[in-house]
């Protein structure tokens, strides 16, 4: 069964202390790798997505990369605003599951000031 | 604002009764999604429609839940005899069928509270 793990669970940060965030997969046929950012009460907002190891993509303060078994968020110089729960997800290409995500728990992320 | 729409965004209904959200895609999406998430957890995969086809469902979905996306535009999501377990955020997601690897983008959801 395809099993995605995120570590930590929860992270606490002061404003500018930059750290990463892990996602750790066990899956068969990975078709996409993708990060979400989640505020309370709201809808995941997508933020990358990676597709085979090696693979590195960078908006403003983060970096997501990908190798065959992990990826990394990392958060450089975090601000407050970045407080937020990171989802990641996958896509296998298995028989019947060729087109929804599997999550994980999410890091709840918190940039203290 | 060309996001996923989702109404209502939130919704209190006594055990038994029914309920039924609708999940407005992004317009030239073909691809929609109806997701689940309780309280810690990540989104959980309910249904699949590609157009007004449903072509997936996830063990999650019993009897009790239908879907359907009439001429594959919007969608509706209906739990009948709502249990407490139901109490939960009901995600819409869309993406376009151009090729197998493509992100989803997620509406506000819908937060179900079974009293």
């Known amino acids: 069964e395809d099993q995605v793990t995120q570590s930590p669970e929860a992270l606490r940060l002061q404003e500018g202390e930059s750290s990463s965030l892990n996602c750790s997969y066990t899956?068969?046929?990975?078709?996409?790798l993708f990060w979400y950012r989640q505020d309370p009460g709201k809808g995941p907002e997508f933020l990358f997505t990676?597709?085979?190891a090696g693979e590195e993509k960078e908006k403003e303060r983060l970096k997501a990369t990908l190798t065959k078994k992990e990826s990394f968020l990392h958060i450089t110089a975090p601000k407050p605003e970045d407080s937020a729960t990171y989802l990641c997800?996958?896509?296998?290409?298995?028989?019947?599951?060729?087109?929804?995500?599997?999550f994980g728990s999410g890091t709840q992320l918190t940039v203290l000031p | 604002d060309t996001g996923v729409s989702q109404d209502p965004r939130h919704k209190i209904t006594k055990r038994g009764q029914n309920v039924t959200f609708r999940c407005d895609p992004i317009?030239?999406?073909?691809?929609l999604y109806w997701y689940r998430q309780t309280l810690g957890q990540g989104p959980e995969f309910l249904t699949y429609?590609?157009?007004?086809?449903?072509?997936?469902k996830s063990r999650l979905l019993s009897d009790r839940f239908s879907a359907e996306r009439p001429k594959g535009s919007f969608s509706t999501l209906e739990i009948q005899r709502t249990e407490q377990g139901d109490s939960a955020m009901y995600l819409c997601?869309?993406?376009?069928?151009?090729?197998?690897?493509?992100?989803?983008?997620f509406g506000q959801g819908t937060r179900l509270t079974v009293v």
């Open positions: 997601a869309s993406s376009l069928g151009t090729r197998l690897n493509t992100e989803a983008f």
């Open positions: 899956v068969s046929g990975l078709r996409g």
């Open positions: 990676l597709y085979s």
């Open positions: 997800a996958v896509r296998v290409a298995s028989s019947g599951s060729a087109r929804q995500l599997t």
């Open positions: 317009s030239e999406h073909n691809r």
């Open positions: 429609f590609q157009n007004e086809a449903q072509l997936e």
